[in-house]
Nanobody
Framework: QVQLVESGGGLVQAGGSLRLSCAASGGTFSNYAMGWFRQAPGKEREFVITITGSALTTTYADSVKGRFTISRDNAKNTVSLQMNSLQPEDTAVYYC?????????????????WGQGTQVTVSS
């Protein structure tokens, strides 16, 4: 059983930056691909970004490419999401997720463990 706890959300103006972190416990962290998803008000949860267990490969949603960066520290059991050039449409609850499929996925159902989410609000 893997527990995930996100932190770092908040309110930021358009064009600003935020860094989200996710701390994992209860499993062998490097065995899991890690992903970030987000859910805006009134919308379905959507894929944002993922990183393989080895940290060698990352995959981005087109909407965040060039603005968001994912990284992980397997020694510290953490994964981070650096978000730059934030826009109001990035406003959402952001969820960290762990997949036993080491090569990551855009598919929500392939993630077995989820954090509670952290709110990101971007004002215009």
């Amino acid at each position: 059983q893997v527990q995930l706890v996100e932190s770092g959300g908040g309110l930021v103006q358009a064009g600003g930056s935020l860094r989200l972190s996710c701390a994992a416990s209860g499993g062998t962290f490097s065995n899991y691909a890690m992903g970030w998803f987000r859910q805006a008000p009134g919308k379905e949860r959507e894929f944002v970004i993922t990183i393989t267990g080895s940290a060698l490969t990352t995959t981005y949603a087109d909407s965040v490419k060039g603005r968001f960066t994912i990284s992980r520290d397997n020694a510290k059991n953490t994964v981070s999401l650096q978000m730059n050039s934030l826009q109001p449409e990035d406003t959402a609850v952001y969820y960290c997720a762990a997949s036993p499929r080491r090569f990551g996925s855009r598919i929500e159902s392939e993630y077995a463990y989820w954090g509670q989410g952290t709110q990101v609000t971007v004002s215009s």
